[in-house]
């Protein structure tokens, strides 16, 4: 089986979705879902809406993918209810803090991708917690892929079209400390997809903008490794995009199923919508032809060239049919030149001749971005279940009436049918009433209606008789699909969640904040004039276990720790997985503790028995999160402000604060090196008006990046009114007075230095 999963965003986009062939749908209330700028369903239409999939065969998967404040459970909660009563399939569920809340019922949990699952680890805690499917990040590896498939029970969710994050999956702060729109929240602004300069490269580009996935091509491989769903991206999408991108993956999958004979139409998919001609992502792409620098947004596909422009016309050699409406884009040399509406087309001997105030370089690429046609079919687009009707019209014998939907039959009786007198019941008769369905989820034909008469015995029907037959047909009809769908729907029985006694967590008390450091020398000589008590938190390194040595064996240092801890990267691929589990096993016992940016920190904490505090990675944003994994502490999200926050949890109070994390080279993508010939020096940024994005490597097998915000965030200034523990991160900062740094937050006094920021902690996210 394979899964063709299809984005909803508005009720269009739905029957189009249905109409295309989609085995299930996402979609998102207007609350609580990851695109909260969608159309969208609400409280008052999502049963309407569901029992419509339903008639069709078709799943609905409701997106509660966003995190959740502590004021905000109540009315979560009150529309986790209405959506489970409304008869969802399955929920999508981000923020594990609120787990409790979805277990109160028989319905599947899928965990997002925004949970940033990438390996066996992080998947074996899902299933765990009693997830039934993982929708893996989109960065995830082909030998993880099978590892989770030949692991776990989980089923596989797999982003196979649309729109990439070069972020990597929830870890994307970019926005939020922009604007305070929150991806977390599904209020993203998208400054990925704006324009920066590098060291490397003056001229403003698209540096964030990788080109949209598409891997209608790797089915059948996904499919071998264990994929079970092929969910494609676009909830933010017109119902054209969602229809002609569904049709071609149905055919796809038909194709390996069924052996239903089909081509691959790469140049539909790139009409529907294509932003950089596509990428096949991280298993099959390096970073110079996943990325695209040039444009932002669709580009369609080209179709031919501009051979002449006057004043108000522009002549193009096409190599497809256009009409007026359709709309095209004009590139030439990687540059966008404009676009247009086409309006008042001629042919001039073999040539497309449209009206247009604009002039174009001869030679100029012309890209179909939008068909009429398409547009104008799917929003009119109405999928429609095909019944066949038989009644039985005798005089003197009971009045029946039968609507046949497979092998779903409802029958109606009206009662003993009357003589004819003057009007004799008739096949075209009755069938002029049976067809009068309306805007209901049915249609017939006439060649679908069968009536059973006696020339002997002819009868008189009433019209309004045979419409309230009719009518209370269908509702039974309905009723009865309904009932036979619900019989054979996935539904899960959840075990009791573990009972752990939190009053007693080894863990500091208030007093003693988190230092974080990298490890070098420079730290060190700092950490000689600390008197005050710390937790030393180290970043996992090559050098990890000579770093845990110094501190050890150096007595000035070790006397003034409370605790060590390693903090491990928030994303372990393939074989960096395996190191980094095989490091720990070297130096368990040098640590105390472990900082879990992700889940498969988590287990690991919990495999050696140590501390697991949750970091800012985690995004924890309620009281409930920490102890449904169990953790022994953690770190309040970093976008919740001052009364939100956890008096258990630590906040983050000072440091440069990672607002991505990149899993493609953007060395390599500005320079050109390769691998073998590197040019990282260390010192990298992206620039915008803002000031400077500095950009450090995480050096292991599969390199990863993270970006950090533009200001430090310092809270000295506030230092007075934070009741909390406080983490204070050094990793990024010029540390030569780190010491003097330290012992003012211990001590709670000090000024905060010049153009700093205090993040979320007075303000929020929206």
């Given at each position: 089986m394979l899964e063709v999963l299809a984005p909803v965003g508005n009720i269009q986009a739905l029957k189009a979705a249905i109409y295309a062939g989609a085995d299930a749908?996402?979609?998102?209330?207007?609350?609580?879902?990851?695109r909260i700028k969608a159309g969208n369903f609400n409280k008052d239409n999502i049963k309407y809406y569901i029992d419509y999939c339903h008639l069709f065969g078709v799943k609905v998967y409701i997106a509660f993918n966003t995190s959740v404040k502590q004021s905000e459970l109540e009315l979560f909660t009150q529309y986790v209810d209405i959506a489970a009563k409304a008869g969802a399939d399955a929920f999508i569920v981000t923020d594990l803090g609120t787990l409790d809340i979805f277990r109160k019922y028989d319905i599947p949990l899928h965990g997002s991708t925004q949970i940033g699952v990438h390996n066996l680890a992080g998947a074996k805690i899902l299933e765990e917690l009693g997830f039934t499917r993982v929708v893996l990040a989109r960065e995830t590896l082909i030998e993880d892929i099978i590892k989770i498939k030949n692991n776990t029970f989980l089923e596989i969710e797999h982003f196979v079209h649309g729109a990439l994050c070069v972020c990597f999956s929830g870890a994307c702060l970019m926005s939020s400390m922009m604007s305070g729109d929150s991806g977390n929240r599904g209020r993203c602004n998208q400054p990925c997809r704006l324009k920066y300069t590098s060291e490397y490269n003056n001229k403003p580009k698209y540096l964030l903008s990788p080109k949209d996935q598409c891997l209608i091509d790797k089915i059948e491989e996904l499919r071998s490794v264990g994929v079970y769903s092929l969910k494609i991206e676009g909830r933010l999408k017109h119902p054209q995009y969602v229809g002609n991108v569904v049709k071609e993956y149905r055919k796809a999958v038909d194709r390996i199923l069924y052996g239903k004979i089909s081509k691959l139409d790469y140049s539909a998919l790139r009409r529907a919508y294509n932003?950089?001609?596509?990428?096949?992502?991280?298993n099959y792409e390096q970073t110079d032809t996943m990325m695209y620098c040039d444009i932002n947004g669709n580009i369609g596909e080209k179709i031919g060239e501009i051979v002449s422009c006057t004043k108000n016309t522009v002549k193009m050699q096409l190599n497809f049919s256009i009409f007026d409406g359709d709309g095209v884009k004009i590139i030439k040399d990687n540059v966008e030149l404009g676009g247009f509406a086409i309006k008042n087309l001629r042919n001039e001997n073999g040539l497309y001749v449209v009206e247009c105030n604009e002039k174009f370089a001869a030679g100029a690429s012309v890209h179909l971005t939008s068909q009429k046609s398409e547009i104008d079919k799917y929003e009119k687009i109405d999928p429609k279940i095909s019944i066949k009707w038989h009644m039985d019209a005798v005089a003197g014998e009971e009045l029946k009436l039968k609507a046949i939907c497979g092998d779903a039959i409802a029958e109606i009786s009206g009662g003993t049918a009357e003589y004819a007198v003057n009007s004799i019941v008739t096949r075209e008769s009755v069938s002029d009433q049976l067809l009068r369905l309306g805007d209901s989820e049915f249609t017939s034909s006439f060649d679908n209606i069968s009536v059973r008469t006696e020339a002997e015995r002819p009868c008189f029907i009433p019209k309004s008789k045979l419409n309230s037959m009719r009518r209370d047909c269908v509702n039974q009809l309905k009723k009865l699909m309904l009932e036979r769908y619900d019989n054979t729907r996935q539904k899960v029985v959840f075990g009791e969640l573990s009972k752990k006694d939190f009053s007693k967590r080894n863990v500091s008390n208030n007093a003693i904040p988190f230092v974080e450091i990298n490890g070098e020398e420079r730290e060190f000589d700092q950490l000689y004039r600390v008197h005050s008590?710390?937790?030393?938190?180290?970043?996992?390194?090559?050098?990890l276990t000579e770093l845990l040595d110094i501190v050890l064996k150096n007595n000035v240092i070790k006397n003034n720790i409370e605790h060590i801890y390693l903090k491990l990267p928030r994303i372990a691929r393939g074989a960096d997985y395996d190191i980094i589990e095989q490091n720990l096993e070297k130096c368990k016992e040098k640590f105390f503790g472990i900082i879990a940016d992700n889940l498969y920190a988590v287990y690991l904490a919990k495999k050696f028995q140590k501390t697991s505090i949750g970091g800012i990675g985690l995004n924890i944003y309620n009281y409930f999160y920490d102890k449904i994994l169990e953790?022994?502490?953690?770190?309040?999200?970093?976008?919740?402000?001052?009364?939100?926050v956890s008096r258990e949890g630590a906040v983050y109070a000072f440091g440069y604060l990672p607002i991505m994390t990149l899993l493609h080279c953007p060395v390599q993508l500005n320079t050109g090196c390769k691998c073998n010939n590197c040019k990282y020096s260390g010192k990298f940024s992206y620039y915008d008006k803002r000031g400077a994005y500095e950009i450090r490597r995480i050096k292991m097998k599969y390199c990863q990046f993270e970006l950090y915000n533009q200001q430090i965030v310092d809270t000295r200034n506030k230092i007075s009114a934070i009741n909390n523990s406080l983490y204070l991160d050094f990793s990024m900062y010029e540390c030569d007075n780190m010491a003097a740094v330290i012992e003012e937050f211990s001590n709670k006094i000090g000024a905060g230095v010049d153009n700093a920021t205090y993040g979320h902690l007075f303000r929020g996210v929206k």
């Open positions: 749908v996402y979609l998102g209330l207007d609350m609580f879902n990851a932003r950089g001609n596509f990428t096949a992502g991280y008590k710390y937790n030393l938190v180290i970043r996992y390194g090559n050098k953790l022994d502490g953690f770190i309040n999200s970093v976008e919740l402000n001052k009364r939100e």
